[in-house]
């Protein structure tokens, strides 16, 4: 009992200080993206080709959460200057980013420059689906390689997502995966859910893929009174 | 504060539970292996080639870890007779099996007609790492397409393991990923962890891994004095 009780309300303080955190990032006019996977299904590769897509048009920040090792801040570091890195190991929470560690890197960012926020989550397919960190959307990355019964097997994750990114296409000669059958699985789980098909290592896909972020960055700034600032970066 | 001696006491009891478990499984004479990984890496897919492998051999009995779904103990249970699932979704801890579950499968469990069995853990390469479940072996299975830089960025897992399998050796062509480099950063964090190539789609390398799971079970009945029954099944 006494541990359920903790748990809801680190949950509650959690909310708390997202609300918070997206309230910062409305004011400075920053429309934030929260990207889960499992390990290695390539979210690192799809920031990469993100920045690399709209790096032109909008100043782009990244958050990049790890449980250990800073391999993947190090790959974003090269392509934009704004990147905090977030190491997991030793915190109360290992197995994803929260809330107030969020709110503690964006203390480090120059918000009122950036228009767009990536926040790369800690590799893990359940536990980032309890703790909102203050993201306007959120993106489940999955990969061929790891079967198409993911929707199935993790759904809360799947449920809540406003996009998810089918990645690595280019495997598909060489695995076993129905996109029809994940595609079915997960519009039964979350209906109105965007998909797209990519492939970060040949680049198919991404700029569908960028298309839909940048409709939803300006639906978000027409909805938000705050998120009224012009895209930054853009002269 | 509160939040982290309510963990500790959970670690706490959990180790207690674990430590049942394992003089439960020594008493029958059962060997357990602890299978662990990210989500897709092939842990079912590993459990099905051992099965194959080794059945004629010994009763193996299997638990399914899962947060949600049956599809794993579906294709398992084709195989095997013995197969317990464990859905933790509305379970205090979603994120890994724990003790306290595992206890209560092995109630329903044969456990003095099994010799081996195999625990397939929930696919997460962080929360399962703290829990001891009473097992006797606990094994990574890491992937190909999840990268070569896995055991840097989720240390404390791979550093524990007695055994890592790298799984999906056939994909050597179309990814980038250094198996010495792998192995290299995995002796660092653990020097003595056996390490074996496969593919369980192909069947390459199921034998010496087989090899080492027969050899382990004998080691373990030598120095236990529980385990001391001949290997069951075989006539």
Chains 1, 2 share one sequence.
């Not at 800073?70 to 997991?88: A, F, G, M, N, P």
């Not at 280019?170 to 209906?191: C, H």
């Not at 198919?204 to 960028?210: A, L, M, R």
């Not at 839909?212 to 998120?227: D, F, I, K, N, V």
Request: proline share 4%.
């Amino acid at each position: 009992m006494k541990k359920i009780e903790v748990v809801q309300n680190i949950l509650k303080a959690n909310d708390y200080i997202a609300a918070q955190n997206q309230q910062l990032l409305n004011e400075n006019g920053v429309f934030a993206i929260n990207i889960m996977s499992a390990p290695g299904a390539g979210k690192t590769s799809l920031i990469l080709q993100t920045i690399a897509r709209l790096k032109n048009k909008l100043r782009i920040a990244v958050i990049e959460g790890d449980v250990a090792s800073t391999l993947d801040s190090e790959r974003v570091r090269s392509e934009v200057t704004d990147v905090v890195q977030i190491t997991t190991r030793n915190m109360s929470e290992s197995c994803t980013l929260i809330a107030n560690m969020v709110s503690r890197a964006l203390e480090r960012m120059p918000l009122r420059d950036v228009a767009l926020l990536l926040i790369e989550n800690v590799g893990n397919l359940i536990c980032p689906s309890e703790f909102a960190l203050g993201e306007h959307r959120r993106v489940v990355v999955s990969s061929l390689p790891e079967g198409d019964d993911k929707p199935m097997k993790y759904p809360v994750i799947f449920a809540d997502a406003d996009a998810v990114v089918i990645n690595k296409v280019d495997f598909l000669p060489y695995v076993e995966f129905d996109i029809s059958s994940f595609q079915n699985a997960l519009r039964v789980l979350n209906p109105k859910v965007a998909i797209f098909q990519v492939s970060c290592k040949t680049g198919i896909g991404i700029e569908n893929w960028c298309s839909w972020l940048l409709t939803e960055l300006e639906a978000s700034r027409q909805r938000s009174p705050h998120l009224t600032s012009p895209l930054k970066g853009e002269e």
